[in-house]
């Protein structure tokens, strides 16, 4: 069974453009993840999704969002980049609303550096 | 809030040895707890979970972990240490039964654990 896939595995930016990453759930799951891991800020909790809906929200500025699609994955947009965004940029799925666990498992990251 | 605290940012052992890295939370009602492992850039990998019974989980690569609700602790033991074991684990609470805090894991600082040969 495939797990989580992220794409790119890295990505160069400089300040002010925009990122696009994306992210594929574990085939049956529903639900969708996303973490910022910054250096020397830990694993910091960014967004929720599931059925296409945002659930829940990290404490973030609105330059980062994001959508899930019918398929099931996911698009982390972040606009106007600053150099401190630069880090490790984590998904993970699971079960949705209403499963018994919500165990959540990880992809790869994609690697976000700006210049 | 949530919060948890990984004691000890490195942890060194000898291959053999007996690894015990520390996790304590604080949340008035027992969450769910995670061990992930995360080797060198690569994600998070889930080691074990606890969520409701038996208090002693056991885990992969010999992992496990138990569930001190009076201590509020979820320490990770493994009884010897393997080189390939050498990686940064976090420690990670959810709290499925809170609107704002649905969702979300919050994860300790990570330990950085060192196997010498």
């Known amino acids: 069974e495939a797990g989580v896939t992220q794409s790119p595995t890295h990505l160069i930016k400089t300040r002010g453009q925009q990122a696009t990453l994306r992210c594929s759930p574990i085939?049956?799951?529903?639900?969708v993840y996303w973490y910022q891991q910054a250096l020397g800020l830990g694993l910091q909790f960014l967004l929720w999704?599931?059925?296409?809906?945002e659930r829940n929200r990290g404490n973030f500025p609105p330059r980062f969002s994001g959508r899930q699609f019918p398929n099931y994955s996911s698009e982390l947009n972040v606009n106007a980049l600053e150099l401190e965004d630069s880090a490790l940029y984590l998904c993970?799925?699971?079960w949705g609303l209403g499963a018994r666990t919500d165990t959540q498992y990880f992809g790869p990251g994609t690697r976000l550096t700006v210049l | 809030a949530q919060s948890v605290t990984q004691l000890g940012s490195h942890v060194s052992v000898s291959e053999g040895a007996l690894v015990l890295l520390r996790c304590n939370y604080s949340?008035?009602?027992?969450?769910?707890l995670f061990w992930y492992v995360q080797y060198p850039n690569q994600g998070l990998q889930l080691l074990l979970k606890y969520t409701t019974g038996a208090t002693l989980v056991k885990g992969i690569n010999g992992f496990e972990a138990e569930f001190k609700k009076s201590e509020t602790s979820f320490h990770l033991t493994k009884p010897s240490a393997h080189m390939s074991d050498a990686a940064e684990y976090f420690c990670?609470?959810?709290?499925?039964?809170?609107?704002?805090?649905?969702?979300?894991?919050?994860f300790g600082r990570g330990t950085q654990l060192t196997v010498w040969p």
């Open positions: 085939s049956g799951h529903t639900s």
């Open positions: 990670a609470v959810s709290r499925p039964d809170r609107g704002s805090t649905l969702g979300r894991l919050y």
């Open positions: 999704y599931d059925e296409g809906e």
């Open positions: 993970a799925s699971s």
């Open positions: 949340s008035s009602v027992p969450p769910y």
